[in-house]
């Protein structure tokens, strides 16, 4: 995996572990995040010159022109691993990246979008998989998972490829937490 090129977005917060693990791979790996703080302290335990921040939110008009400017720099993504609800942006990095020989896209989706989902248009060189993530049922009650088992189901995930995948449990979907 040296030298590959990775874009997580939501990287900072319950994906920090997946770009640790990218990281730590030899991935050059561009987040996407709100919070420099964040960045910092992801910079701090990441083997040097591995983490590229990307400061942005997610809907602003400046976040395509820094993808661009990620993949002239880095190359062009091998994986994009993504924790959006904003499909339309997620396509519109997908076509930024196009001059890719190929890349996967693990789309990163909450319970509800496994019973009703909208359609997203990738590229002919992407490998879109989907990850969904559930909940937990432990001594009698539910609870939502945790950034840590969210980060090891998606290294599972990165690591064993499917075309989907489920994180926890979404079934019975009535017995999500509140």
Not at 28 to 53: C, D, M, N, Q, Y
Not at 168 to 173: A, K, T
């Amino acid at each position: 995996m040296r030298n590959n090129h990775a874009l997580i977005i939501g990287g900072t917060g319950m994906l920090a572990g997946v770009s640790l693990f990218l990281a730590k791979e030899g991935f050059l790996v561009s987040v996407i995040g709100r919070t420099a703080a964040k960045f910092e302290r992801l910079k701090a335990e990441s083997p040097s010159g591995t983490i590229f921040p990307i400061q942005v939110d997610y809907d602003s008009n400046t976040l395509f022109s820094k993808v661009e400017k990620a993949i002239a720099e880095r190359g062009p993504f091998k994986l994009i691993v993504s924790w959006t609800p904003n499909y339309r942006a997620l396509e519109q990095i997908c076509e930024i990246n196009e001059q890719a020989t190929s890349f996967r896209l693990i789309h990163m989706k909450g319970s509800r979008r496994y019973f009703e989902d909208e359609e997203i248009r990738v590229p002919v060189n992407c490998e879109y998989e989907k990850v969904f993530l559930g909940f937990v049922k432990e001594e009698g009650t539910s609870r939502w998972l945790t950034h840590d088992e969210i980060a090891g189901g998606v290294v599972e995930h990165i690591v064993n490829k499917k075309d989907e995948r489920i994180i926890g449990q979404l079934h019975p979907y009535s017995e999500r937490p509140s």
